[in-house]
């Protein structure tokens, strides 16, 4: 391995810790700095991504990484910095979209009094996830998981003074923590089995893992990975997770953090090539994910939550195809989604912005005509994320189905092509809903058949507004890769994808063994066809003239005819409500008001009426009487007496 | 002579029973009297003693307790004089103004 | 051995009937028979001179003063007057305490041996006799030898014992000095009127 360049090094430092620099100077001079400091923090963020560039022409190998050690203590505890391809390729993300959102969000945010404090957040969480990513052993990656889940906290939470906002906030930082116990006990079980964190180390020994050992610790990596990544059942934050910022959802929430457990997964490739019951259990929640949350979509009213539920889905798309072994696949999902999500999410920021906080479609329409920019950003990432050809994500998606089937799981494969059309289902549903039709924002709610709203957009403030282009130039930006990325991966295994990546994910065995049921070019057309039919059943339903037309009434029977259990979301939060935080709940209001008095309480006070009651005691010695000090001095004499009288005097 | 332990148990008993005296009355003058009794029967059994011994050294030390007891007489006897000169009650119990 | 125990009954009645009396005189006349019987132990135990001393000193000369005490401590009232009792609840404590250790220390007399089994020869200064001869023990001459020769330091310390105790009682029974005049004895923390603030205090922080 050539020793790396002393200038690659200073570079990998410096991007990774300029993030951190800017948080720190935006916690500390927020209040002096405030927009500005927002620019500050955008600033960073690309001179990181530029930096990343510069490393990535410089090329990197899964057999030449740049490693940058950084501290070493004993037994095998050494902590650095590695940048092989797959890091790379995550921290041009995170930088680079990340840089993107910054720059968006400077708009979005423009006129929030705690701009700073958004932006300390938004660098430390690009600090954390490239802490995530960069490190070479489990404990960093350990460190930065934990980072990114406080993050993720901070930045649900920012507006903190309403409470949907922070229940929403702790209870993904619950999810997450149980995702938490899953990573460190693998990471303990690690280290106890090979006595060393790097990756190097332990991919070396994996070998001589036994089978129940590496499915253990797959099986804790992968809850650890289902937390994350809003797997099922560990999903219900993500939704919920929608009441932070749109620049949140978008760079947190659907491009970075929740990959992180594709990451894991992808990191860990060699721990999974050898345990093929892992793998089919991380298929098999995969895809029931990707099923659930595109089933959860169509119900959905509220447009971050559409995209929410599509970013599960995704998601799915993504653990469904790193799970099963076709990593460069699920890889590659994770790539053009990052652009399309991003893009479909700061899009709806623009709608949400401009509509002065409305989120519901119902009272969206006719927005093609009012915004078209919006109308056409929106457009191409719902074409990228159905999977029409020629976009980013007919590529990506065909590979992962296709790898399902080619790893040997048909099932999986069937799974992800009917989910392909449900996607393009609801998607278009958004579609037609926003951007069709007349516009309903006049419309009262119970027309719309609308619960009659807590929630109503507030009438337009005299607030100072961004500069337009602040937003839309990201947003144009993404337009090219949310079309392109694909392009990357034409060639399947010479596909220049193929060659960034190399060995990096070893070979997985059960390739090409199998005789595969349909060539590749038919299973292509099969998932042009699902696509198809879900564009035109959402035309019907949404986007025809006649459908237009009745728009509204459309609306109110389609809510009032919806089923329940997509009104309810399975019912997942109900079951998680009634498990475990209901008896946690009472758990704690039993505590408070059993054992807080009475045990704690009256511990502390008998301490003191014991100290009393010494006292009382030692005052009763001294009432000044002489007959009482002498018959102090006959119990002493007696003491004495019978001392020597059982033990003897001394020789 | 009787049985040595014959003279020291009588002394013991002699000498509780000056205790119980001090620790039980309050008139001071009773109390210094209970004094006088324990000291003698600590004297009974050093004279028993230096009779079993055949050693005079026990006389030396009854004739110095005897002298000590009546220094302590004497001036525990003034100061019940001085105490109790203009006092209301004789009783030791009044005294008390190391209370506290 | 009837001796024995005859007297000793008399030493024990008579102890208790000195610390049981109301009137101290009795209690005075309780303790003279006790060192009457004293005496007789230690005429039995051929301690010739200290039974006289016993006499002399104890007997003669210490209840005397008692008695004196008694006459002359107040005047109006009788020496025997008490007040309130302020511990009412102390017998029981004490009776119990003085059972324990009389008990531990009758099982340690009956249990350890207060004298080796074969006296050394040795320890004796002087010989047994008849009473009277100035060689014999406890005669007033063994007993003036031993304390001018081999045991004069208490002797000594007994003289300085005597002279503490007449300086003491002078000291503390005597009549009280003469009051100074009257302006030393300020009452504390209130000002006299007019007089000026002493600058002593002042300086104090």
């Known amino acids: ?72 203590w004993t037994r095998g ?61 489990v404990v960093g990656l350990l460190v930065g998981w934990g980072l990114v889940g406080l993050a993720s906290y901070f930045l649900i939470g920012f507006w903190f003074y309403k409470p949907s906002a922070v229940a929403a906030a702790r209870k993904a930082f619950v999810i997450n923590v149980v995702g938490d116990v899953g990573m460190m006990f693998a990471v303990f079980a690690l280290f106890s089995a090979t006595g060393s964190i790097a990756f190097g180390d332990i991919f070396a020994k994996a070998h001589d893992f036994s089978p129940s050992l590496l499915f253990t610790i797959c099986l804790a990596l992968f809850i650890a990975a289902a937390a994350k990544s809003a797997q099922v059942p560990l999903h219900t934050w993500l939704p919920d997770a929608m009441e932070g910022p749109t620049p949140v959802s978008a760079l947190i929430h659907a491009a970075t953090m929740v990959t992180a457990g594709v990451y894991l997964i992808a990191r ?47 998601i799915g798309y993504m653990v469904m195809g790193v799970g ?151 947003v144009a930006i993404l337009m090219l890769p949310t079309v392109a990325a694909g392009y990357l991966f034409i060639g399947g295994s010479t596909s220049p994808w193929a060659r960034y990546f190399g060995t990096q994910f070893g070979t997985s065995e059960n390739v090409a063994s199998l005789p595969l049921p ?120 007696a003491c004495f007496i019978v001392y020597y009288a059982l033990i003897g005097a001394p020789r | 002579m009787a049985d040595i332990a014959n003279y020291v148990a009588l002394s013991a008993l ?22 006088e009794l324990m000291l003698n ?46 006092a209301r009650f004789v009783d030791v119990d009044e005294v008390a103004s190391l209370r506290g | 051995m009837i001796a024995f125990y005859a007297l000793a009954i008399v030493l024990i009645a008579s102890a208790i009937f000195t610390v049981t009396q109301k009137s101290p005189v009795y209690s005075v006349v309780g303790l003279l028979v006790n060192f009457i019987a004293l005496a007789t132990f230690y005429f039995r135990l051929n301690a010739e001179f200290l039974g006289v001393i016993q006499i002399l000193v104890y007997s003669g000369a210490i209840l005397m003063l008692f008695v004196f005490v008694i006459a002359l401590l107040t005047s109006g009232i009788g020496p025997f007057t008490e007040g309130p009792n302020k511990l009412p609840r102390i017998a029981l404590p004490a009776f119990l305490t003085m059972l324990v250790g009389f008990g531990f220390l009758a099982f340690g007399i009956l249990h350890t041996p207060l004298l080796p089994a074969a006296m050394p020869a040795h320890v004796a200064t002087s010989t047994l006799g008849d009473a009277g001869a100035a060689t014999v023990f406890g005669s007033v001459g063994d007993f003036g030898v031993a304390l001018f020769t081999t045991q004069l330091l208490p002797f000594e310390v007994t003289a300085f014992i005597l002279m503490v105790a007449v300086v003491g009682v002078v000291v503390i029974a005597g009549d009280a000095p003469p009051q100074k005049t009257k302006g030393h004895h300020e009452p504390v923390g209130r000002r006299r009127r007019g007089a000026r603030r002493e600058p002593i205090l002042k300086a104090r922080k």
């Open chain 1, 1 to 72: 391995m050539t020793p790396p360049s002393a200038q690659s090094v200073t570079l990998l430092l410096l991007l990774w810790l300029l993030p951190l620099l800017g948080a720190i100077v935006l916690w500390t001079f927020g209040p002096q700095l405030r927009r500005s400091g927002s620019i500050v923090a955008s600033a960073l963020v690309l001179v990181s991504f530029a930096l990343t560039l510069v490393l990535f022409v410089g090329g990197t190998s899964p057999d030449n990484p740049l490693q940058v050690p950084l501290v070493s």
């Open chain 1, 77 to 137: 505890f050494n902590l650095g910095l590695e940048l092989d391809p797959l890091s790379l390729l995550w921290t041009l993300i995170i930088t680079g979209v990340g840089g993107l959102i910054h720059v968006y969000a400077i708009g979005y945010m423009w006129s929030d009094k705690a701009i700073a404090r958004f932006f300390a957040y938004m660098n430390f969480f690009v600090f954390a996830m490239l802490t995530l990513v960069l490190s070479d052993n």
């Open chain 1, 268 to 314: 860990f490739a060699p721990l999974w090539n050898l345990s093929p019951q892992s793998q089919e259990l991380a298929g098999i929640v995969g895809a029931l994910t990707m099923v659930l949350g595109a089933l959860l979509g169509i119900g959905q009213w509220d447009i971050k939550r559409i995209l929410a539920y599509s970013t599960m889905s995704q």
């Open chain 1, 324 to 474: 099963v072994g076709a990593y460069q696949a699920g890889v590659l999902h994770f790539f053009t989604h990052a652009f399309f999500k991003a893009q479909l999410f700061l899009g709806a920021g623009i709608i949400i912005h401009a509509l002065h906080d409305e989120q519901d479609v119902r009272k969206m329409g006719g927005l093609r005509i009012r915004m078209p920019f919006a109308y056409w950003a929106m457009l191409l990432g719902t074409l990228a994320i159905c999977g029409f050809p020629f976009f980013s994500g007919f590529y990506s998606k065909d590979a992962v189905v296709y790898g399902a089937l080619e790893h040997g799981h048909p099932w999986l494969y069937l799974a992800g092509v009917l989910t392909a059309g449900v996607t393009a289902y609801y998607m278009f549903r958004m579609i037609f809903l926003v951007f069709f039709g007349p516009y309903r924002g006049e419309v009262t709610e119970v027309e719309l058949g609308m619960p009659v709203s807590e929630h109503a957009a507030h009438a337009e403030e005299h607030v100072a507004h961004a500069p337009a282009w602040l937003m839309q130039v990201p």
């Open chain 1, 518 to 637: 349909i060539p590749e070019l038919a299973s292509t057309w099969i998932v042009m066809a699902v696509v198809a039919a879900g564009i035109v059943i959402a035309y019907l339903r949404y986007g025809a003239q006649g459908a237009q037309t009745s728009a509204i009434d459309r609306i109110r029977a389609e809510g009032i005819a919806m089923p329940q259990a997509l009104r309810h979301a399975f019912w997942f939060d109900d079951v998680i409500n009634a498990l475990f935080v209901r008896p946690a709940q009472a758990l704690g209001l039993a505590i408070s008001r059993f054992v807080d008095p009475h045990v704690i309480d009256a511990g502390v006070r008998d301490v003191a009426w014991l100290a009393g009651l010494f006292g009382a005691l030692a005052r009763g010695l001294q009432n000044g009487l002489v007959r009482a000090y002498a018959l102090t001095l006959v119990v002493g004499a």
């Open chain 2, 14 to 35: 002699v000498f509780f029973i000056g205790v119980a005296g001090v620790v039980l009355r309050r008139n001071p003058l009773i109390v210094l009297m209970s004094i």
């Open chain 2, 41 to 86: 029967a600590a004297n009974l059994a050093l004279v028993a003693f230096s009779r079993a011994w055949v050693n005079n050294a026990g006389h030396i030390f009854v004739f110095l307790v005897i002298t000590v007891a009546a220094a302590e007489a004497a001036i525990g006897l003034a100061i019940v004089v001085a105490a109790f000169r203009k």
